[in-house]
């Protein structure tokens, strides 16, 4: 073999970027869970905080011992697959995970990634934990998929309506991919404004665009009197929100999807720059023992927690299929363990108490559900993350 | 009639960042024959080290975009005179070595700054607004950045003894042999240009957009795109290709929206296609 091939081959090997941790070694008793979500591309942000999360909840059992599983104290360690928020990338990632016998997965991310993983990972006996805002993210038929947080059925129409109480506009363009991780989102939206009197059209991009200026010229003839970003990647939304301000839009910029708020600030360059924002916050940061959390982060991972809040969700559900794991008694029959978690009452050391939903959206109850929030900025100054009560939809 | 200039605006600014990019693809395959899967990774580089030079090493912009130029036409110049020229006439090795390199530099880059977008602005902010159009300062510096340095290749293949050199290997490669040009010492030469392009391009075309390691993907697709509908290693019609690109981009997003936009974008460059397989300036191909 010569020397080129042979660079090649090496650099083809060592570059194939899938599995990015390794599991540690361990005599005893170890279980894996599995990470599934984008680790590359516009939604990275999206994935590094969702394996933060499960990293932090291992990390919580592994200080005091180990996961207690019947007579055993099993060391918990996380691995994660990139399934680069396609459909195709989470189902590869479910039969990986199935040949290294891993039965939990926190993940997928986003809607493509839980259609694609949702049939393979049910063939495959395996819990997955998705935090897709897909209509159909979870369903009766799958009884093995979870849903880590509320989706938009449930959160926009309040938030829509306290928008508007707020800033009082009257039109707004939601903008997201043209993909089910983008459509099912803004349309959703949409339609939320449009019940409290709001004037609302979708604009849709496809995934991967990286110059915008098209779109915003098109979402400018329109005149909206805001613009909501919905779903799309904080990548993107971070670079629309600072094209719109570029291009003197002064109207309101809203994100009722995926967290990414600190990227749209840093973008835009400051909050001052950034005049008017809403965002929805997934549970409500400005709570104390929410707060508190970024702070047993770093104290317990020596560094920094992402700043995306999806990994607040991350560590709930982690700790909440751990503590199902070890009711079960098994780290290797994903049934038993569901009936574990189906069973257990919905209360977080952080985030406080929950409650298990999604019958009257999805069909089946198995959706973790804890206050939202609606994080605001205005004229430029921060204002705080504003409870929101989200019984109604539910 | 606003809305008509200011797409016209973003499809030229869009047009310029393309040919540029196009520019470097298409030099290194009229000249060497190689197709350069790693194009998109020079892109990211540059603006990587754009990046590091300004948050890091505390370098004014423009000389960190210079030095995203160098490191990057110096990697070029090093990985073909180490790597490619062994297999420069072997097809499938060079794409293999083109292929390996990018997954190398966009895993690097990964694991050196990491999978979040990096916090690269424009030093320049603000727009410049009239007659109801507005153009960012930024976009406006990028666009004489990328005009400038489309003109420098053109002065450089056209006007200097280099540029006759590397048009003469692209044209034949044995008669230029015969006539004393020396490819083994030209050809790192050719990559190094291109690559440094590459480099140039991102350290001025990410801060205004977004830089993060795979940003490469979608940069390697479109130089694809501009430079066969240009026609295969020809300089000219990379350029009006990517004008073309760029416009029709413009207007079918502005017009369209994102996603009959993109599938126009498609269809009008596949019916381009049809008419004229070898692209706009197919008789030149594999000319510089």
């Known amino acids: 073999m010569n020397a080129g ?84 990338g989470a189902a590869a990632g479910a039969n990986y995970f199935a040949s290294q016998n891993v039965k939990f997965i926190i993940g997928p991310v986003g809607s493509p990634e839980a259609t ?15 935090t897709a805002y897909a209509k159909n993210a979870i369903e009766p038929q799958f009884p093995l998929a979870f849903h880590e947080l509320s989706g938009p059925a449930t959160w926009a129409p309040p938030l829509a309506k306290a928008a508007k109480e707020k800033f009082g506009f009257q039109s ?48 400018l003839n329109q005149n909206p009197d805001a613009v909501d970003t919905a779903s799309s990647p904080p990548g993107d939304a971070a670079t629309m929100a600072k094209q719109l301000r570029e291009a003197g839009f002064n109207g309101v910029i809203g994100r009722l999807g995926g967290p990414g708020t600190a990227e749209i600030i840093r973008a835009v360059g400051g909050v001052e720059k950034l005049g008017n924002f809403y965002w929805l916050e997934i549970v409500s940061t400005d709570d104390p023992g ?58 977080d050391k952080n985030l406080g108490k929950g409650e298990w939903t999604g019958q009257k959206i999805y069909g089946i109850n198995q959706e973790l559900s804890f206050p939202v929030g609606m994080g605001l900025i205005i004229n430029g100054k921060t204002v705080g993350v504003q409870k929101i009560d989200t019984v109604e939809a539910r | 009639m606003h809305g ?78 180490v790597f490619v020229e062994r297999f420069v006439d072997e097809q499938l090795a060079t794409m293999m070595l083109t292929v390996g390199l990018y997954l190398v530099m966009s895993t690097g880059v990964l694991a050196g700054f990491g ?22 300062w930024a976009n406006l510096i990028v666009l004489g950045v990328c005009v400038l340095a489309i003109a420098a290749v053109y002065l450089v293949l056209y006007r200097t003894d280099l540029g006759r050199a590397l048009r003469a290997l692209a044209d034949d490669r044995p008669v230029a ?19 440094g392009l590459a480099g140039l391009t991102g350290a001025v075309v990410t801060p205004i957009l977004t830089l993060s390691p795979h940003v490469g993907d979608s940069v390697l697709a479109t130089s694809f795109m501009v430079v066969i509908l240009g026609g295969l290693g020809s300089v000219t019609g990379s350029t009006v290709a990517a004008f073309v690109v760029g416009l029709i981009e413009a207007y079918s997003d502005v017009y369209l929206g994102g996603s009959k936009g993109a599938l126009a974008l498609f269809l009008l460059v596949l019916l381009i296609l049809i008419a004229k397989p070898s692209g706009l300036f197919g008789r030149e191909a594999r000319r510089a």
Request: proline share 6%; with cysteine.
């Open chain 1, 116 to 130: 694609g993983i949702k049939p393979v990972a049910q063939r495959n006996g395996q819990i997955t934990f998705s």
């Open chain 1, 290 to 347: 929410v707060k508190a959390l970024w702070e047993e982060y770093k104290e317990l991972m020596g560094q920094p927690a992402p700043d995306n809040t999806l990994m607040i969700p991350a560590v709930a559900s982690s700790r909440l299929l751990l503590k199902a794991i070890s009711k079960a008694g098994t780290i290797d029959d994903a049934a038993k363990v569901a009936e574990a978690l189906r069973s257990l009452p919905v209360e």
């Open chain 2, 4 to 81: 008509i200039i200011s797409a016209g605006i973003i499809g030229i600014g869009l047009g310029a960042q393309y040919a540029l990019l196009a520019l470097g693809f298409t030099l290194i395959f009229g000249v060497l024959g190689v197709v350069n899967f790693a194009h998109g990774g020079f892109y990211v580089l540059g603006g990587y080290v754009g990046y590091w030079a300004v948050s890091s090493a505390g370098l004014p912009y423009p000389v960190a975009v210079l030095a995203a130029v160098v490191a990057t036409a110096a990697l070029g110049y090093l990985f073909e005179l």
């Open chain 1, 5 to 88: 091939i042979r660079f090649c081959l090496l650099a083809t090997v060592a570059a194939f970027p899938f599995v990015l941790d390794a599991a540690p070694a361990n005599s005893g008793c170890e279980l894996k869970l599995g990470m599934i979500g984008p680790l590359s591309g516009a939604a990275t942000s999206w994935g590094v905080a969702l394996r933060s999360g499960a990293e932090f909840g291992a990390a919580e059992v592994n200080k005091t011992g180990g996961l207690p599983v019947g007579a055993e104290k099993c060391k918990v360690s996380v691995v994660s697959y990139d399934s680069k928020y396609t459909a195709d």
């Open chain 1, 172 to 219: 707004i363009v939601c903008v997201a991919p043209n993909d089910q991780g983008g459509t099912d989102i803004a349309s959703v939206d949409a339609e939320a404004y449009r019940a409290v009197g709001i004037k609302a059209s979708e604009e849709y991009y496809q995934r991967g665009t990286t110059n915008f200026a098209p779109i915003i010229q098109r979402i």
């Open chain 2, 115 to 136: 999978p979040e977008p990096a916090d690269f602005a424009f030093p320049v902010t603000g727009s410049w607004h009239g007659g109801g159009f507005f153009i960012p």
């Open chain 2, 177 to 195: 042999r015969a006539q004393g040009i020396r490819p083994h010492l030209l050809f790192p030469l050719a990559f190094a240009l291109a690559t």
